[in-house]
């Protein structure tokens, strides 16, 4: 189960995700005088075997990324530095998300749009993704996903 430590983050005793679900929590943290180290098991830190990691970086003053959802497809997305804003949309629930922790994860679930801005110059997001790349997991188009969100109910 996931606990609310009252500051919008959730501590994770379990993690579950979903279809339409978004939300943040901690991974683990290591302290240490030389640096902290925080890592991510799949199937235990993340509710899905990590089958794609890829990162964006060097996003210019004022692009948009994302712009997109997935049918199957589950994500975590990391602020390794810098910072970046996520809006997520599940049909029902609109909310934006201010990623600037490097042990701080937000979880996408599938059938949720996201569009990724306000990228401080020095960003980097780390995307852990449960499926590899297939363009015909996408909905590239928001009024199509909006349809299909229709038809499911």
Not at 5 to 25: L, N, P
Not at 38 to 67: I, K, Q
Not at 74 to 84: A, C, P, R, Y
Request: hydrophobic share 35%; proline share 3%.
């Amino acid at each position: 189960m996931l606990k609310n430590t009252g500051q919008g983050v959730q501590r994770m005793t379990m993690i579950v995700g979903g279809r339409g679900k978004s939300f943040t929590f901690k991974f683990p943290v290591i302290p240490d005088a030389r640096g902290n180290l925080t890592f991510v098991e799949g199937n235990r830190h993340v509710p899905f075997e990590l089958n794609r990691v890829y990162y964006l970086y060097d996003v210019p003053s004022g692009a948009v990324r994302g712009g997109h959802a997935h049918r199957d497809l589950e994500q975590v997305l990391i602020s390794l530095s810098g910072s970046f804003d996520v809006s997520v949309d599940n049909g029902v629930t609109r909310e934006r998300y201010s990623l600037n922790r490097s042990h701080i994860g937000l979880y996408i679930g599938p059938m949720v749009w996201r569009e990724m801005e306000n990228f401080s110059s020095n960003a980097i997001c780390l995307v852990l993704a449960s499926k590899i790349y297939d363009e015909s997991d996408y909905f590239r188009d928001y009024d199509q996903f909006i349809k299909e969100l229709a038809d499911q109910q």
